[in-house]
């Protein structure tokens, strides 16, 4: 068995970003026109007047103030609203491939590493933009890595589950490195014109790269202690989009086809599982929480992750504790809490400890304990 080192990590972050202001405009105009269009059935009581958005509700209700999109002009027309990304013919790479590599050359730059010193990719995110051949495949031919590939989806949890599954393979000797990419265009499955959540999500891609201890030699290591995975289902966060809606004509176009959930019932029931999960994990490796000096969380609410920190803790969180990239990144899926560790890890010094965690649809939790070299 080998000893596993994240080497290195890399981060795509889309060309445009939208603000709440820029959001809110957007979805208010197509509220009036909504409105004017069926006044009078509004005027006899048949119908409710749609309400409006507002910036300030978005930032008090989810810590976020603007979010990174891979095109903005369709996301904010208001007879649109859904981004526009042309189809791409199969000889040319896909645009989750093109993401997912620029995150990992990044990645590999950190590292130290080329490569021919890969032997797999595994892209794990939410939103595959097809079924076959895997996207992890493509980006292992555009990288020029000799091995294998397969894509993996436990929807925000992905990154952390695909951690897992890379440290078993180095550990067992199957790898000497794998890399983990999670490429999330998350607003193409995002309803922009559902006021309780046309503001969550955002766009960006990630890149760890694991591998055995015993070989690296990145200024940027983190050595893999323990992980530990949970799921327990729920269809509080859903997503019913696939290709047997064809098959069920009645349901094409329903709004379940995009993101759905029920987020009071998911905050009630998720921080704490979340808290829970991670405090065992501690306690199973003889880990006092008061020893972690940084909790890269999953970046889906600022409340969130407060109250699940102030569990862990017994009291508030400082922002180097819990680093926040949600403000401007908005939820990118399974990207969130590899962007925080991404952003903020140079700092810490050496024997630091850090707990990266995930958790989202399923439901699905992931914990990855890490000590800096």
């Known amino acids: 068995m080998y000893n596993v080192v994240i080497s290195g990590t890399g981060l795509f972050t889309p060309p445009y970003s939208i603000s709440n202001e820029e ?3 957007s979805f208010n105009t197509w509220v009036q026109q909504e409105n004017a269009a069926h006044a009078e059935a509004i005027a006899r009581g048949e119908r409710e007047p749609l309400p409006e958005s507002n910036a300030a509700f978005i930032e008090k209700a989810s810590g976020i103030k603007s979010r990174y999109v891979m095109d903005k002009a369709g996301i904010l027309d208001p007879l649109r609203m859904v981004p526009r990304l042309p189809e791409r013919s199969n000889d040319e790479p896909s645009i989750l491939c093109e993401m997912a590599v620029a995150a990992a050359r990044q990645a590999l730059e950190r590292a130290g ?16 933009q097809r079924p076959y051949p895997a996207v992890a495949i493509e980006v292992q031919q555009a990288l020029g890595i000799q091995g294998f590939g397969f894509d993996m989806n436990v929807a925000c949890s992905s990154a952390t589950f695909g951690i897992q599954m890379a440290c078993n393979a180095v550990q067992l000797g199957q790898a ?13 499955h995002l309803n922009f014109r559902d006021r309780d959540s046309h503001f969550i999500f955002g766009d960006a891609a990630t890149a760890v790269l694991l591998e055995r201890a015993d070989l690296a030699s990145s200024p940027y290591q983190f050595e893999v202690l323990s992980t530990k995975l949970l799921t327990q289902f729920s269809n509080n966060i859903r997503n019913n989009f696939g290709f047997l809606n ?5 349901g094409v176009g329903g709004d379940d086809k995009l993101f759905v959930q029920e987020g009071r019932k998911v905050f009630r029931e998720v921080c704490p599982m979340v808290a829970e999960l991670i405090g065992k994990h501690l306690e199973e490796n003889d880990i006092q929480v008061s020893r972690v000096s940084r909790f890269w969380l999953h ?23 819990a680093p926040v990239i949600l403000d401007t990144y908005a939820n990118t899926s399974s990207a969130g809490s590899v962007i925080a560790l991404h952003k903020h890890q140079d700092d810490l010094p050496s024997g630091a400890l850090g707990v990266l965690s995930s958790f989202g649809a399923g439901y699905s939790i992931g914990s990855v304990i ?4």
Do not use: F, Y
């Open 113 to 128: 590493r080329t490569a021919a010193d890969v032997d797999a990719v595994i892209v794990a995110c939410s939103n595959l």
């Open 176 to 188: 000497r490195a794998v890399l983990v990419v999670d490429p999330e265009i998350c607003t193409g």
């Open 370 to 373: 890490l000590r800096k070299r």
């Open 23 to 25: 959001l809110v405009e």
């Open 299 to 321: 970046q889906a609410n600022l409340s969130m992750n407060q109250l699940i920190v102030k569990k862990l803790l017994g009291r508030d969180a400082s922002a180097e504790e």
């Open 246 to 250: 064809r098959a069920a004509e009645e």
